[in-house]
């Protein structure tokens, strides 16, 4: 069997296939939609049952393939004999706007980089650079998009930092991975 988990908003449909062997010979393809599990985070279904083995006697091996589903991680553990369990993790965007502080014939930094922290760890890194951003006081970016639940189904509370620029005092920061850091 498997069981399907959400971490987040739960989607509207899953398509999962049971392949076989090394070849990855899709057996069985199932789709399955929210209104069957009435909405739930937690989905449990099953593939027909399969030959254990070949015609010349040889084990099968099977694996479960969920396709791709924009604005989740997915992990897939387990086997046969134990169910399979698919994660669905939904993702964030986080988008930061780094600010110079500047005045009279200051200029601004050449470059910056911004650090997007899950605790005391990097999730992301981002370099901005002047020669790509211009002179503008105002240089905005996002992150690729970043779990925002953690194995437990704990929302992320992600923080931005940069590392200190020559000639420049410590930022302020503002904000959170919902509206986006300043």
């Known amino acids: 069997g498997v069981t399907k988990k959400w971490f987040g908003t739960v989607g509207d449909k899953i398509v999962v296939d049971l392949v076989r062997g090394s070849n990855e010979e899709i057996v069985q393809t199932l789709t399955k ?15 027909d049952e399969q030959p254990k083995y070949s015609p010349e006697g040889t084990e099968y091996s099977y694996k479960v393939k969920e396709h791709t589903l924009d604005g989740y991680k997915t992990d897939i553990t387990g086997s046969v004999e ?9 993702k964030v965007e986080v988008g930061v706007t780094k600010k110079w502080i500047v005045t009279g014939k200051e200029k601004i930094g050449n470059e910056v980089i911004l650090k997007l922290m899950n605790g005391t ?7 901005l650079r002047k020669a790509y951003l211009g002179e503008n006081t105002t240089w905005t970016t996002k992150f690729a998009p970043v779990p925002k639940y953690d ?11 940069e ?15 919902k509206t986006g850091f300043t």
């Open 121 to 127: 760890e990097i999730a992301a890194q981002k370099k």
């Open 33 to 47: 939609y929210k209104t069957d599990f009435d909405g739930s985070s937690t989905w449990k279904f099953s593939f």
């Open 82 to 90: 134990n169910g399979f369990t698919i994660t669905n993790t939904e």
């Open 151 to 161: 194995a437990a189904g704990n929302e992320i509370k992600y923080t931005v930092v």
């Open 163 to 177: 590392d200190p620029v020559p000639g420049f005092k410590a930022p302020a920061y503002s904000g959170d991975a």
